[in-house]
Nanobody, 124 residues
Framework: QVQLVESGGRLVQAGDSLKLPCAAS????????MGWFRQAPGKEREFVAA????????YYADSVKGRFAISRDNAKKTVYLQMNNLKPEDTALYYC????WGLGSPESGDYDYWGQGTQVTVSS
């Protein structure tokens, strides 16, 4: 089992950058594919990015491709989401999630463990 805690969310202006860490506790972090999802008010949760357990694969939603980057530090048991050139439509509650031995699925149902989320608000 793994516990996840996101942090780093805050109010920023359009065009700013922000890096969200997600710290994991528990065992075998290196066996978990990690994903970032987000949910805006009144909308369904959507996939943002994922990085496989062996770091060989990174995947992004079309809406963030070229602006966001996912990375992980297994020694620190932390996954990061670097967000550049933020737009008002990026405003959402951002969650990280873990899927053991996962393939980097964009489906939230494939992830077994979730954090509580961190709020990112982008003003225009």
């Amino acid at each position: 089992q793994v516990q996840l805690v996101e942090s780093g969310g805050r109010l920023v202006q359009a065009g700013d950058s922000l890096k969200l860490p997600c710290a994991a506790s528990g065992h075998s972090f290196s066996t978990y594919t990690m994903g970032w999802f987000r949910q805006a008010p009144g909308k369904e949760r959507e996939f943002v990015a994922a990085i496989t357990w062996n770091t060989e694969g990174t995947y992004y939603a079309d809406s963030v491709k070229g602006r966001f980057a996912i990375s992980r530090d297994n020694a620190k048991k932390t996954v990061y989401l670097q967000m550049n050139n933020l737009k008002p439509e990026d405003t959402a509650l951002y969650y990280c999630a873990a899927d053991q031995w996962g393939l980097g699925s964009p489906e939230s149902g494939d992830y077994d463990y979730w954090g509580q989320g961190t709020q990112v608000t982008v003003s225009s």
